[in-house]
């Protein structure tokens, strides 16, 4: 099944639980998380208090992306504040193994995030824990940045190996993309092996002046195209 999950970094914080529900009212799946440290990315955004404050909203799932270093003391912290998925950047983890272990006790699906640059390597010995894969197609930081091509490529490899694990194990591990996905590109992303899709300024810049459903024809948009694959 193909997920779909806005961005909230590119929400109007100002009425940041309004547009939580708007979102998800007009047929989104997921709400995607970007919490940013001004060191491992050099950009400040958002914590565990936010994520409390947006969990009684919604029962759709909260995607937090941590791009932080260090991963693991704000880990139980997110978990308590309600997320359902917490993933990290590899590099930014003293001891990846450790940190995935940590996500699922405290009752968390576990991810790792690849930059564009990072290798798939990464995922070889960990596969057993983890429940989703993050590509970057931008670098992180900031929202609303070009589509990375390479990564269509990166994608391909990545389905393949988490086709294989699934054969070997019956487990099934998301695919997730994150960085600048439009209508226009949804489709062949998809088509590349992607079943999990962050739009942040392509969802929250469309249609900001179409009270009240602001969101349905962008949703429908991008669901449309993913029909085609
Ligand atoms: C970038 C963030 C993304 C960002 C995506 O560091 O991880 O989730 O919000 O924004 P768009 O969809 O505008 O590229
Ligand atoms: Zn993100």
Redesign the pocket.
């Known amino acids: 099944m193909h997920v779909i999950a806005p961005?909230i970094?590119?929400a109007n914080f100002a009425r940041l639980g309004a547009e939580v529900i708007d979102v998800i009212d007009s047929g989104a799946d997921w709400i995607?998380f970007?919490v940013m440290d001004n060191h491992y990315?050099p950009n400040l955004t958002i914590g565990p208090l936010v994520c409390e404050a947006i969990r009684p909203l919604t029962s759709a799932p909260i995607d937090v992306?941590l791009?932080i270093r260090p991963v693991d003391r704000i880990v139980p912290d997110f978990a308590r504040a309600g997320a359902n998925i917490i993933t990290f950047h590899p590099e930014a983890s003293e001891h990846v193994d450790r940190t995935l272990s940590l996500i699922r006790e405290n009752g968390c699906q576990a991810g790792l995030v690849f930059n564009p640059a990072t290798p798939l390597d990464w995922m070889e010995h960990v596969l057993d824990k983890l429940d989703l894969v993050l590509l970057m197609s931008?670098n992180?930081?900031?929202?609303?940045?070009k589509f990375i091509p390479s990564t269509l490529a990166k994608l391909r490899a990545a389905r393949a190996r988490i086709d294989a694990h699934e054969r070997e194990t019956g487990r099934r591990i998301r695919l997730e993309i994150?960085?600048?996905?439009k209508v226009d590109n949804i489709a062949e992303i998809a088509r590349a092996g992607a079943d999990t899709f962050?739009?942040?300024?392509?969802v929250y810049g469309a249609g900001r002046d179409a009270d009240p459903h602001r969101y349905d024809s962008v949703l429908a948009a991008l669901r449309a195209q993913l029909e085609k694959t």
């Open positions: 961005s970094l590119s995607h970007d990315v992306h791009m931008v992180p930081g900031f929202g609303g940045q994150d960085g600048g996905v962050v739009a942040g300024s392509a």
